[in-house]
């Protein structure tokens, strides 16, 4: 190594001006620029379609800004303003809320349970992931229009079956609580079994030496799951609530989907079911209000953040002293 | 027998459970797997159902359960209703264009990320992964007004530009290339005379091709399943699958038969490639939240 090191110290000096220095330039900014040219492309797009459009989104929300308008008025937060006594914006928010509970309370702990079967020793693995992972391939919009179907008023199989066992038909579109749970099964079918493969894929990285650790001190299944698997699963369980929280409230096809009045953004004859993202979509994009829109965007990019913040924080507790002694 | 459960008597309590840990699991989780499975199936096979029947099945006190012939008519009829031809087009051209870049430059930021030595970056890869939790769906005002202002409103670059790459793909590249890539590989290409790019295609590439598929599959799909942006930017004349589909039911009275030989035919194709994939992409879930 040395040997060979030495004389080429011994001719850099002399080689320092005619060519192995251009090669060597050239080289050295290789190294030095072009892990910046690799990185550019991000960088490039979100700044256009991601920082750029939060930034002017809120500079939009100060203005009464209509569609195809070339100088709108500055208004400050009068948007802000109209939208606290905005029933029909409270509204939206309650709906929000409640799909978002109806649909990612049920989907995390099915998963959680789904995984728990999927982690024992199955015949053809493979194929039951698979299947349980099959509504995520499905079209949103597909989904929308068939559920829309299944849960239809007169013609929906459900009432059908309802009715089959002498039951009352339910008019799912009309109800509050019914389009909300409507709407949630939805979500609820497409989700539950990507996150369950998640859930799996943390399960199946705990070390099974705990657990048999576990079962030498006596802890049945049931006693282990609580005890041992649940707390060690706490960062996945984080990242599924948080990415159902983020998901789950700028929900948008589904309800849009599902009202009756086809093309309507209403989200039902008396909203019953319109949520944040529909009613930002109504005004922006069918009363043309774009100020007003861009505040609902705001408040709901606020919501959003909050309501992950305080699922966090329920998630992280909840995993830890369902732990016991830690 | 008493003699020989003497001698192992230690080591025994510990291999009884085991035992019964690794057993098979027993009829009651086959059977709800199953129910999962079948409830999962169920949407698809209700709407190739009515699809292939005409809309009065729907008024029968008890639906049939076996498909009816007319699936074909109702199909033809989709296509005369809407720019079928069209919007699968659109869909096809759309979803590659954005996969095939997200794909390209992921891996490339991905190899500067895990294997090159740059000042910043590391702050760099902590802000890309905080963008991850930027909702992309609430930039769709300014963005409009973007896409309006450039002329592009209506056509599909305005559906393709904003998803030439994403911050899901850096994160999930450079993940993959820390452990997929040594670095005496990287050296010994640069000491044989690469430069930076060829070493890159040469040598990172190839390496991380498993991670690279996995995300052009998650990448597609997306694409081709996304409804607000292409529903704000493009127009009637000119829509993807997704759209065209929403059209069909928007219409005035609703032929269910023709609105969901429609839905079947827009999942058919996405559901030949999940079947094709469903292993690879499942190992590509499992892989992700190991490391995510």
Known sequence: ?326 | MTLTTAVPAPPAPPARPKVAKLGRPNFFVYATLAVFVLGSLFPFYWSFLVASRDNGMLTERVPPLVPGGNFFANAAQVFDSVAFWKAMGNSVLVATSVTLSTVLFSSLAGFAFAKLRFRGRDPLFVFIVVTLAVPTQLGVIPLFIAMSELGWAGGLQAVIVPNLVTAFGVFWMRQYTVDAVPHELIEAARVDGCSMIRTFWHVCLPAVRPAAAVLAMFTFMTSWNDFLWPLIVLDAGNPTVQLALEQLQSGYYTNYSLVLAGTTLATIPILIVFLLLGRQIVAGIMQGAVKG
């Open chain 1, 1 to 326: 190594m040395t040997v060979v090191q030495a004389p080429r110290r011994d001719d850099r000096p002399s080689a320092v001006p005619p060519r192995p220095t251009f090669r060597h330039r050239l080289s050295k900014w290789d190294v030095k620029y072009s892990p910046y040219a690799y990185i550019a492309p991000f960088f490039v797009v979100f700044g256009l379609v991601g920082l750029f459009p939060l930034l002017y989104t809120a500079y939009v929300s100060l203005y009464d800004w209509e569609i195809g308008d070339d100088d709108p008025p500055f208004v400050g937060f009068e948007n802000y303003v109209q939208l606290f006594g905005d029933g029909q914006f409270w509204n939206a928010v309650g709906n929000t809320l409640s799909i978002f509970v109806l649909s990612s309370g049920p989907q995390v702990v099915i998963a959680v349970l789904l995984a728990a079967l999927l982690n024992t020793r199955l015949r053809g693995p493979t194929g039951w992931r698979v299947g349980i992972l099959l509504p995520y391939a499905a079209s949103l919009v597909a989904i929308g229009i068939i559920f829309a179907n299944l849960f239809g008023n007169q013609y929906g199989l459900l009432n059908s079956i309802l009715e089959a066992f002498g039951l009352d038909r339910v008019d799912w579109q009309a109800g509050t609580l019914s389009s909300h749970v409507a709407i949630a099964t939805m979500v609820n079918w497409r989700w539950t079994g990507y996150n369950a493969l998640i859930v799996l894929a943390a399960m199946q990285a705990i070390p099974k030496e705990i657990n048999e650790a576990a079962v030498v001190d006596g802890a049945g299944p049931v006693r282990r799951f609580v005890s041992v698997t649940l707390p060690l699963l706490r960062p996945t369980l984080i990242f599924v609530v948080i990415t159902s929280t983020i998901g789950g409230l700028q929900i948008f096809t589904e309800p849009k989907l599902f009202d009756v009045g086809q093309g309507s953004n209403n989200g039902g004859s008396s909203n019953q079911f319109q949520t944040v993202t529909l009613y930002m979509y109504q005004q922006g994009f069918e009363n043309f209000d774009l100020g007003y829109a861009s505040a609902i965007a705001w408040m709901l990019f606020l919501l959003i953040v909050v309501i992950a913040l305080v699922n966090f924080l329920i998630t992280r507790r909840l995993a830890s002293t369902e732990g016991g002694r830690r």
